[in-house]
């Protein structure tokens, strides 16, 4: 049986990728790359697996949202940064 053709995906791309996959955040077709691209790397199928378990031991990202004065702080910090790289 011949190995499947090799994608235009690299490494690096999967690596940047993986988090919308694993939401199921990708479009169909970067979905197919990147699935494609698994099936010849060792070492993105690797990857792929212990980014799941690492997710699965710590349960995710805290999507809480950080206490009122913090969050002020923060929103008025992007707002200065914002500001700054529109002038």
């Given at each position: 049986?011949?190995?499947?053709?090799?994608?235009?995906l690299?490494?690096?791309?999967?690596?940047?990728?993986?988090?919308?996959?694993?939401?199921?955040?990708?479009?169909?077709?970067?979905?197919?790359?990147?699935?494609?691209?698994?099936?010849?790397?060792?070492?993105?199928?690797?990857?792929?697996?212990?980014?799941?378990?690492?997710?699965?031991?710590?349960?995710?990202?805290?999507?809480s949202?950080?206490p009122?004065?913090?969050r002020?702080?923060?929103?008025?910090?992007?707002?200065?940064?914002?500001?700054?790289?529109?002038?």
């Amino acid at each position: 049986m011949a190995m499947p053709e090799k994608t235009d995906l690299t490494c690096n791309e999967l690596v940047e990728l993986v988090t919308d996959y694993l939401e199921g955040a990708l479009p169909t077709h970067d979905r197919l790359d990147f699935e494609h691209h698994l099936v010849w790397c060792s070492w993105c199928r690797d990857y792929l697996d212990h980014m799941r378990r690492t997710i699965e031991l710590t349960g995710g990202p805290d999507e809480s949202e950080p206490p009122s004065p913090l969050r002020e702080q923060l929103l008025d910090a992007f707002k200065d940064w914002k500001r700054t790289r529109e002038t």
